[in-house]
């Protein structure tokens, strides 16, 4: 097996040890660079096209957008390029281990690019809604080159009202932690700050008639 693998595998083991264990992963250096860096221009290059449109928050029945609470732009991920693809496919992978070893039943994963210009955060909240718990794991990846702690815009994730970890974005790192466990809240950056966030869900039954 190439080294290659053999790295991908051990970062994967020590990515779902973890989650085992504490609920939560931190990953610095999770991705290859050149990916990051491809993903990053992409991000970009969509803010510069205007192809971001302002997140919303609430379930699709509720959603309503506040730049107080939410600051971000978003654009979903689909696999419309080589890097997208790289990842997806990465993500995949990633998805196939969880279920081997945890027995998850994931199914999908919902990603998108995130922009958050200077000034801007995103206020303490759940990815699970009430009544609605689809999401089981949520995934954040930075792109930034070069961040600093004076930056801002770290990840904060509580365990009820304490911090239990602060994650400053810097490029190639991946965070994953279970859904409906952790708060968590992005601090008002000080520069734009690029990522992509998402989650493996398990497929939606309700409605469908009884085997």
Known sequence: MENSELTRQSKQQ??????????????????????????????????????????????????????????????WINGDTEA????????RQLQEALNQ?????????????????AGMGYQKHLDSFQNNNL??????????????????????????????ATVLPLAGTLVCFVSEEFPHQVAITKRERFSIAGWFRVRDTAGLPAG
């Not at 999401?135 to 365990?159: F, H, K, M």
């Open 14 to 75: 020590k990515l779902i040890d973890e989650l085992i264990d504490q609920r939560l992963s931190i990953n610095p250096n999770f991705f290859d660079a050149e990916l990051i860096t491809a993903l990053h221009q992409e991000l970009v290059n969509l803010m510069e096209e205007d192809q971001l449109r302002a997140a919303h928050i609430g379930k699709e029945q509720q959603r309503s957008h506040i730049r107080a609470i939410r600051g971000d732009a978003i654009h």
């Open 84 to 91: 997208q693809r790289r990842f997806l496919t990465e993500m």
């Open 101 to 117: 070893q945890l027995f998850l039943g994931l199914t999908e994963l919902e990603v998108h690019f995130a922009h958050y210009p």
């Open 135 to 164: 999401r089981r794991i949520t995934i954040v990846v930075y792109l930034n080159p070069d961040w600093q702690e004076d930056d801002g815009g770290e990840l904060e994730i509580y365990n009820g009202d304490e911090v239990i």
